[in-house]
């Protein structure tokens, strides 16, 4: 079993032996957390900071939770209310904490290579939970162990993302993994959703539904990022959800038995039909939400075993 690396802060430096070494780890835990003793020790005597300098439920409490049930000292911040607004950079931030030597920092940041910047000035590994639109590396492995699982292969899939690709780090991470491992890669959407250079990607580019849809195993929905938006990417979220919302007959485009995933949050009745969301013969969702906590499980143990391994760092 091989993970050379010191962070997880992209999809992009991982070879496709290492994503199935996390991914094999992680069906491990899924099968573990099923169980009724949920408690390991590959943590023990590890802190784990979670800095988030974004809003997140799903994500810190998945990072949160992987971190306590293998032993780990857990400590969460959230930081666009504290010191952020006085001024103090990232760098400061970092180094703050550095010093109470952590062992393990995940960090969720606004800005597309943040996080790397920050791993090059701590001791301790680093987790990437998202920055900006660029990587977001444990979403597009939990979502690759959940395709897994359902179909039982990670290879030769037609697999079709759909939205808002432009503002998506999950879009970006999923194209990456999904790409090294031969999948067919299709992405749907309008023109203005899709960010430009695309066909560098080895992607196949569709603006509708129905021809992009046609015969894939797995549609994957992302949320219209609001937020990222300044206005005029779409008409409207009536007519956004009319042309690319994926609901049943949309949804019958697709094969028989594809199955529908989104990494949350939804906007119900915006890209997904609520009903079809919830429908569990359909789609994955909570499947997802599941694997996050054992793939996190999975690629903070490995780190901390790569951790162990170096020499400590004694201050004189
Ligand atoms: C994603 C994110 O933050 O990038 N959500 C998540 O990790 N739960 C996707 C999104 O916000 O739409």
Redesign the pocket.
Known sequence: MRFDHRHLLGIAPLRPDEIVTILDLADQYARFNRGRDKHANALAGLTQINMFFEN?T??QASFELAGKRLGADVMNMSLQASSIKKGETLIDTAMTLNAMHPDLLVVRHPHSGAVELLSQKVNCAVLNA?DGRQE?PT?ALLDALTIRRAKGRLHRLNIAICGDIAH???ARSNILLLHKMENRIRLVGPPTLMPSGIQDFGVEVYDTMEEGLRDVDVVMM??L?KERMDGGFIPSEREYFHRYGLDAEKLSYAKPDAIVMH???MNRGVEIDGTLADDINRSVIQDQVEMGVAVRMAAMDLLARNLRARPTEVMA
Do not use: A, F, K, N
């Open positions: 997140s799903r994500t998202g977001h979403q998506s780090r999950v992302l949320r990022q990494p949350g949050p």
